[in-house]
Nanobody, 125 residues
Framework: QEQLDESGGGLAQAGGSLSLSCSDPGRTFSNYAMGWFRQAPGKEREFVAAITLHSTSTYYTDSVKGRFTLSRENTKNTVTLQMDSLKPEDTAVYYC??????????????????WGQGTQVTVSS
């Protein structure tokens, strides 16, 4: 089920920055845990970052810690993944996901039931 709207992907040079946004006018994101996943060619979709209900905690995969920041702005019903110090290995299709049902699995695909269509991020060396 793909219903979330993602934007902000594109091309960046290594060391540069991109900001990905996720929104859905039909949902209130503040009611859900939200996550970002990515899938590189020939690889499985992997967890990138998550923010829990009420934004009490954020989680990041080790490879992006200190470089990526996930935040939500409830007044705009938007979550944003700020990606700094990009590396070529960050190249992938990035997917936003929402957990509309209670879950403890905020770092696994199984914890999410609504997804976006994906946005391409390409980092050149």
């Amino acid at each position: 089920q793909e219903q979330l709207d993602e934007s902000g992907g594109g091309l960046a040079q290594a060391g540069g920055s991109l900001s990905l946004s996720c929104s859905d006018p039909g949902r209130t994101f503040s009611n859900y845990a939200m996550g970002w996943f990515r899938q590189a060619p020939g690889k499985e979709r992997e967890f990138v970052a998550a923010i829990t209900l009420h934004s009490t905690s954020t989680y990041y995969t080790d490879s992006v810690k200190g470089r990526f920041t996930l935040s939500r702005e409830n007044t705009k019903n938007t979550v944003t993944l700020q990606m700094d110090s990009l590396k070529p290995e960050d190249t992938a299709v990035y997917y936003c996901a929402a957990a509309t049902k209670p879950t403890c699995n905020t770092t696994t695909r199984g914890g999410y039931d609504v997804w976006g269509q994906g946005t391409q991020v390409t980092v050149s060396s």
